[in-house]
C-alpha cells in the first residue's frame, strides 16, 4: 500500500471516519492541513519539560510527519491534553494532495485500520460525498443584554479609576442544537476560518472556527524563530461588496481599534522577550487588515529569537493566556475577568498546536469555539476588547457578530 491517496478534502475525509476512533484535526492558513492517523495520549507534566528542539530531524519537506498534536486550556483551569502522533494524513490544499507522512503503528493507543486507507485508495470518495446546509444552531446566553451592558460599563468604570486599559469580556451561551459529530462535520465544512480544529475524543469535544494563530516556531541550523500574531479590532463583513469596502474602510481609519491592538502588540511583545535572545524582539506588523468568513479584523506580527533552552512549558507559561484574549495589563485584568464573567474560561481562549519532531510549532487560540466537556450539547463563548471610548451597545453588537459562525444558516 502506498502512502499515496487520492485527494478528498479533510472535512470530507473525516465524515467518513469510523465512530469509534477519535479525530484530532488541525487546520492552518498555510496550505497543509493535518489529521492524526496512530497516536496516543502521554503524560502532560512529562511531555512539557522537553526542549523545543529536543528531536533535530531532518525536515521530509511534508510538513508535521511525527511528533505531538495537543490543547492546553486557558491558565490551567481545565486539564491540559496531548497526543503523541506517529503517522497522519497530510493534506496539501493547493495541490490537491494527499499522504500518509509514515505507515500506520498499529501498537499506538488509537490507529487507523490498513483497511480504511486501502478503501480511500480503491475508488475517489469523493464523489460521494455532498456538502449538506446547516441550519443555525441557536444560541442562549448565560446572562442576559441587559446585564451584559452593565458589566461592560462596570468595566469601563474600572478603565477611568486606572485598574486597567484595556479587558476581554466574554459572552458564554449553550448552544441548542444537533451536536452530533456529522452535524458539526457539515458546520466546519461551510463556516471555518484559516485556523479552524477539531479534537472529538471520548470526554472531550472541542470544533474551532479560529481565525487566530497564537504562536509559530520555524527551526534553522542556527536558531529558532518565533513568531506571534495577535488580532485586535472587528467589523462585520457587509452585505455586498460597496458595503463591504465601507466597512473595512471604517475599521482601518478607526483610532479606537488600532489604540486596542497596539495595547495588546506592546504586552505581547514584553511576554515574547520573556523566551528571546536579548534585543531580538520586534514587531514586524502593527497591524493590517484581513477578512474571515464573517468579519474583518485587524492583525499584527511580532517575532523573536527563541532561547534554545525553551521547553514547550515554558513557552505556554510565558505567552498564556494570550494578551489578546485577556487585555491589558494581564495579571489585573485576568483578576477582573474571574469575577465578571459567568463561568470559568476552561478550554475557551486556550490553545490548539502540534510540535513536530524538527522542533516546528505552529498554534491557534480557541475563540470562536465550541467545547463540550460532559454536556450533550455545545457551549459557546464570544467577547470582544473594551477601551475607555467603547460604546456598550457596539460591544455587544460585536459579539453578536462573532455568533454568526454558529447562527447562521447557508
Not at 490507529?111 to 446546509?133: M, T
Not at 451592558?149 to 469580556?169: A, H, M, P, T
Not at 502593527?286 to 485587524?298: A, C, E, R
Request: hydrophobic letters at 35%; charged letters at 25%.
Amino acid at each position: 500500500m502506498t502512502n499515496k491517496l487520492p485527494y478528498i478534502a479533510p472535512l470530507k475525509l473525516l465524515q467518513m471516519w469510523p465512530n469509534e476512533l477519535p479525530i484530532l484535526y488541525l487546520g492552518g492558513s498555510e496550505k497543509l492541513q493535518y489529521i492524526a492517523a496512530s497516536f496516543e495520549e502521554v503524560d502532560w507534566h512529562k511531555t512539557k519539560s522537553q526542549p523545543i528542539k529536543q528531536h533535530q530531524t531532518q525536515s521530509t519537506g511534508q510538513g508535521f510527519a511525527q511528533g505531538y498534536m495537543g490543547v492546553a486550556s486557558y491558565n490551567s483551569e481545565a486539564p491540559n491534553r496531548i497526543f503523541r502522533v506517529d503517522s497522519a494524513l497530510a493534506f496539501d490544499m493547493e495541490a490537491k494532495k494527499l499522504w500518509l507522512t509514515r505507515p500506520l503503528n498499529s501498537q499506538m493507543q488509537f490507529s487507523l485500520s490498513k483497511s480504511f486507507l486501502e478503501s480511500l485508495q480503491a475508488d475517489n470518495p469523493e464523489i460521494n460525498l455532498l456538502e449538506i446546509e446547516t441550519d443555525g444552531w441557536k444560541l442562549e446566553p448565560s446572562i442576559s443584554d441587559t446585564e451584559y451592558l452593565s458589566l461592560v460599563k462596570q468595566c469601563l468604570e474600572d478603565i477611568s479609576n486606572g485598574r486597567f486599559y484595556q479587558i476581554n469580556l466574554l459572552r458564554f451561551y449553550k448552544v441548542v442544537g444537533d451536536a452530533s459529530r456529522q452535524n458539526t462535520l457539515n458546520r466546519l465544512m461551510q463556516f471555518a476560518e484559516p485556523f479552524s480544529a477539531y479534537f472529538d475524543l471520548p470526554d472531550l469535544t472541542i470544533a474551532s472556527f479560529s481565525p487566530e494563530r497564537f504562536v509559530k516556531i520555524e527551526p534553522s541550523e542556527q536558531s529558532l524563530k518565533i513568531s506571534t500574531f495577535p488580532i485586535k479590532g472587528t467589523i462585520p463583513r457587509g452585505l455586498n461588496c460597496h458595503e463591504d469596502n465601507l466597512n473595512i474602510n471604517t475599521l482601518q481609519t478607526s483610532k479606537k481599534d488600532h489604540a486596542e491592538l497596539h495595547m495588546i502588540v506592546d504586552l505581547m511583545r514584553n511576554d515574547l522577550s520573556k523566551i528571546s535572545v536579548s534585543g531580538s524582539t520586534k514587531v514586524i506588523d502593527s497591524g493590517t487588515i484581513k477578512s474571515f468568513t464573517k468579519v474583518h479584523h485587524l492583525v499584527a506580527q511580532i517575532e523573536s529569537e527563541l532561547d534554545e533552552n525553551t521547553t514547550l512549558g515554558s513557552i505556554l507559561d510565558s505567552l498564556t493566556p494570550a494578551g489578546s484574549i485577556t487585555g491589558a495589563p494581564k495579571i489585573e485584568v485576568m483578576k477582573a475577568i474571574k469575577s465578571y464573567e459567568s463561568k470559568a474560561r476552561r478550554y475557551f481562549m486556550g490553545n490548539i498546536f502540534y510540535w513536530d519532531h524538527s522542533g516546528n510549532f505552529d498554534s491557534s487560540i480557541l475563540i470562536r469555539t465550541l467545547v463540550k466537556e460532559t454536556a450533550k450539547n455545545f457551549d459557546f463563548a464570544a467577547g470582544s476588547g473594551i477601551v475607555i471610548n467603547s460604546d456598550p451597545e457596539n460591544e455587544m453588537q460585536e459579539v453578536v457578530a462573532k455568533c454568526r459562525v454558529i447562527t447562521e444558516s447557508k
